[in-house]
């Protein structure tokens, strides 16, 4: 393990242990070199002759428990003792030099799991096969005499046992072998088991280190400022005005938009940085309003051009021709990811080398953004991951590591740690794009639907992060949860005839993949659209959808089980009102049922949320209903507070203080049922996300007569209509 | 130079008189349990104790606490992890990504320590800390299982 004096030149070097307080860096990685006297079966399994079982990890912890769900998977094929279990990070560098042995590092998209599910287990196997073998041949005697089992093998006929450990350095040795079976599910033992999480002891005791936590000797604190208008630059700064103050290093512009203050403590810069002068060039995005934007997206609404999602028969026809329509425009804000951990990154760079540590849910991108800021081949640089306090999504991309390596390179050989403050977080975020969306429906004469059209107006993410994936300028993103089909959000009703839309209309304010991602507005969009349709033609909400999802068999059997359990059909309590909804996305079906009250006041009381997700395979239920529990802190914290808005081209919200988020007064009781039907591998991080508000909107409406059709709640007054 | 009382031990802090306690106990104790969250005494991340009482360590400069004033971190509620709330945390698995746990934790046990049995409503008021992975729920009946195994004793 780390000891806590190496020397600085230790730390230049890269070298074998490299050294944090408090913080092990696995053997060998920064050099790229071949871990001395690791006994690695194979690239997820090293097992030590104590028995210790390493299982490496490419996804990233983040709080969504998928350390603990990757463990299980592998420990499923190999036999393991759980209790023998630990986990370590791999580097994107030591995946680069053995071909990628790790796969894909992205940790987003709920599809850390169901991703990378498939070759995990095959890792644990192909381990059990080798260590079952090498027992065998210690023996003489034939593999398929021998089995494992806890960690032991056992050669049947003789009952002669050999633990893991006693058999791994020849394991290690072996070939893999060509064939690797995996379990049918009915055989699982750990898969679908409730195990408890692999890493809380240390987040009750202040042990475990996040990246802001990281220090090294001779380290020096960064604290960088962007100028608030994306797009502009530094005019200029007064470095002098804060040269003398305490602790201060270095004051610094950094690429052409930012400066910092480096020091010896977070304190120190800050303070620094707060006194220094500077005078930004904001450019022609200065002087972009929010008004400027609503308006953009108002013209959106109605253009002639729009990129088409989903298409049946002529909507616009149908609805043309129809007996009554009905027509309503919704509209989603700007939200911050605000993960409680502020973006940060420790860097060294020397003229040869770079490493940094950091969080990131990309580990593979990280690389990429950190030898392109660097100068240096990637094969000169690594990434060495620490837990994520909070990602989001936000952790995804890499702005603030490519600044914080652009910092390090003019403090050369100096481990320079660079810190957010919450303040810079705020207004240097990657927003949850901002949309309108027009819904028109025709009726017939018995209010039955015979035409939709959903015209989305607003951001594209990919248009901002992965222009190249962009379909001849459509943005499929855009559609998650109304497309015709597909893994990633297939929308779950059939109209005769449907017209869904997108008018790409984008701003200066970078939009980004933001927990629930698009589900989050399209599952408002459509689901409280469908309920004023049910409102308009005398229909229960449920029976209407009910009546639309014939065809759509998973998405209706999550909405019944929430109608069920919450009593749908009977009168709830005095005073208390309910609302449902369901989507599909990210893999999985997933419904809710929601039950409010509204004061005279018109103060919104949330009693009860109860949500259906059927993942396909549930991996450790108790894991799943922790993530359904947080889905609705941040979905709920989106609808009640979330909304950033800009003046002359910056984010106006700073801070906790003018950006709320849910607390635990506000929180409802969760009621989560876990339906996996099997068959298919869904995620469980974002799913039920993108049904909470919609089940709590579409409440309020039962209890107040009053249809919101924009977030957040705070700017809405609840009285009774 | 300024002496604090931390974890029962009187530690001397070269650090301005206007460093936020936060900030002496991250950079100058070398105690990182303590989270920076957003420096406004919004959040809660940067709870410690201070003569017993739930504090915000990030707005609470260096001058304003006096040499005899007793603080509590994370680090030393408890010397194996083994107070009522800890161990509540462990068996429920409270936290997700953790990092607004110790102020969870400590806001949790002053609470305990001020109401043994505390009702929801007594929870909701004392419990305004941040949590953005959503683990509330979890806190609460947290809460409820230390004060069942008298996290006041």
């Not at chain 1, 203080?657 to 099997?678: F, Q, W």
Request: net charge neutral; proline share 6%; charged share 20%.
């Amino acid at each position: 393990m780390g000891t806590t004096t190496a020397s600085r030149r230790a730390v230049l070097k890269g070298a074998a242990g490299a050294v944090l307080l408090g913080f092990h860096i696995p053997a060998g990685d920064a050099l790229g070199q071949a871990p001395a006297q690791v006994p690695e079966i194979n690239a997820w399994v090293v097992i030590h002759p104590d028995d210790r079982v390493v299982l490496r990890m490419a996804r990233s912890e983040m709080g969504q428990g998928t350390r603990t769900g990757l463990a299980q998977m592998i420990a499923e094929e190999l036999h393991c003792d759980w209790s023998k279990i630990t986990t370590e990070y791999v580097t994107p560098g030591q995946s680069l030099a053995r071909n990628r042995a790790w796969g894909n590092f992205l940790t987003a998209g709920s599809q850390g799991i169901r991703q990378s599910q498939d070759y995990v287990r095959r890792g644990g196997a192909a381990a059990r096969i080798m260590l079952v073998q090498a027992a065998a041949g210690r023996w003489g005697v034939p593999a398929a005499e021998c089995s494992a089992r806890n960690g032991v093998v056992t050669h049947g006929p003789t009952g002669r046992t050999l633990r893991y450990g006693e058999v791994a350095a020849e394991a290690a040795r072996l070939s893999p072998p060509a064939e690797v079976p995996l379990k049918e599910p009915g055989a699982w033992t750990v898969i679908g088991q409730s195990v408890p999480r692999l890493d809380t002891a240390d987040k009750t005791t202040g042990k475990l280190i996040y990246g802001m936590d990281l220090r090294m000797p001779g380290m020096l604190v960064a604290v960088p400022r962007r100028c608030p208008v994306f797009g502009g630059r530094v005019r200029s700064f007064d470095a002098n005005a804060v040269r003398g103050m305490p602790g201060v290093r270095h004051v610094l512009q950094v690429g052409e938009s930012c400066v910092a203050v480096v020091a010896d403590t977070f304190w120190q810069a800050k303070t620094a940085l707060d006194a220094l002068p500077v005078a930004w060039d904001a450019g022609d995005n200065g002087r972009v309003q929010q008004s400027t934007i609503e308006a953009m997206l108002d013209e959106g609404l109605n253009a002639t051009e729009a990129f088409v999602g989903n298409s049946v028969g002529d909507a616009r026809a149908a609805i043309a021709g129809a007996a009554r329509r009905v027509e309503a425009v919704y509209a989603y804000p700007f939200q911050n990811h605000a993960p409680m951990e502020p973006m940060n990154a420790t860097v060294v760079w020397t003229p040869t080398h770079c490493d940094v540590w950091c969080p990131t849910q990309n580990g593979e991108a990280a690389l990429v953004a950190a030898a392109q800021a660097a100068g240096l081949p990637q094969t000169a640089c690594d990434i060495h991951r620490v837990d994520l306090g909070g990602g989001f999504g936000r952790r995804t991309t890499h702005d603030w590591l490519i600044d914080a390596v652009l910092i390090a390179r003019q403090v050369p050989g100096v481990p320079v740690k660079t810190m957010w403050t919450r303040e810079e977080d705020m207004v240097q975020g990657r927003y949850h794009p901002v949309t309108k969306c027009k819904l028109t429906a025709g009726l017939d004469a018995n209010g039955e639907i015979t035409g939709l059209h959903m015209r989305i107006s607003g951001q594209s993410i990919l248009s901002f992060v992965f222009p190249t994936a962009l379909q001849n300028g459509r943005d499929p993103v855009q559609f998650q949860g109304l497309n015709a089909g597909g893994t990633e959000g297939a929308i779950g009703y059939g109209f005769p005839n449907l017209l869904i839309d997108h008018a790409m209309r984008n701003t200066h304010v970078p939009p980004h993949f933001w927990r629930g991602v698009n589900h989050n507005q399209n599952a408002i969009y459509l689901e409280c659209f469908l309920d004023e349709v049910a409102h308009a033609t005398g229909q229960d909400p449920l029976a209407l959808r009910r009546k639309l999802m014939a065809n759509h068999p998973k998405h209706l059997a999550v909405l019944n089980a929430v109608a069920e359990r919450i009593g749908w059909g009977s009168a709830p309590p005095a005073g208390v009102h309910r609302g449902i909804a369901q989507q599909m996305g990210f893999g999985s079906y997933v419904a809710a049922a929601a039950e409010v009250s509204v004061s005279e006041r018109g103060e919104l009381k949330i009693h009860r949320i109860v949500a259906a997700t059927d993942c396909g395979v549930a991996v450790n239920p108790r894991q799943i209903e922790m993530q359904v529990e947080g889905s609705f802190v941040y979905g709920l914290s989106a609808l009640l507070h979330g909304e950033c808005t800009v003046k002359d081209g910056a984010i106006e919200q700073t801070n906790f203080d003018s950006y709320n988020v849910l607390r635990m007064e506000e929180m409802p009781k969760v009621e989560t049922i876990v339906m996996p039907s099997g068959g298919f591998w869904g995620g469980v991080g974002e799913p039920t996300i993108m049904v909470a508000a919609p089940a709590v909107l579409n409440a309020i409406f039962a209890a107040t007569g009053k249809r919101i059709r924009s977030v957040p709640l705070k700017r809405h007054d609840l009285r009774r209509a | 130079m300024a002496k604090l009382n931390v974890n029962g031990r009187v530690v001397e802090v070269d650090a301005s008189p206007d460093t936020p306690l936060l900030w002496a106990l991250r950079e100058h104790v070398g105690l990182t349990g303590t989270k920076y969250g957003c420096g406004i005494a919004a959040c809660g991340a940067c709870s410690v104790h201070l003569d017993g009482q739930v504090v915000r360590s990030c707005a609470m400069p260096l001058s304003a606490i006096a040499e005899d004033q007793k603080i509590v971190t994370i680090e030393g509620l408890s010397p194996d992890g083994s107070h009522p709330v800890q161990v509540a945390w462990r068996e429920l698995d409270v936290p997700q990504c953790g990092f607004c746990q110790s102020g969870m934790i400590m806001a949790a046990a002053a609470l305990l320590a001020a109401t043994p049995r505390p009702t929801d409503a007594q929870i909701d008021e004392a419990m305004t800390n941040i949590c953005r992975c959503g683990t509330y729920n979890r806190v609460r009946a947290g809460i409820h299982r230390a004060a069942g195994a008298g996290a006041a004793g």
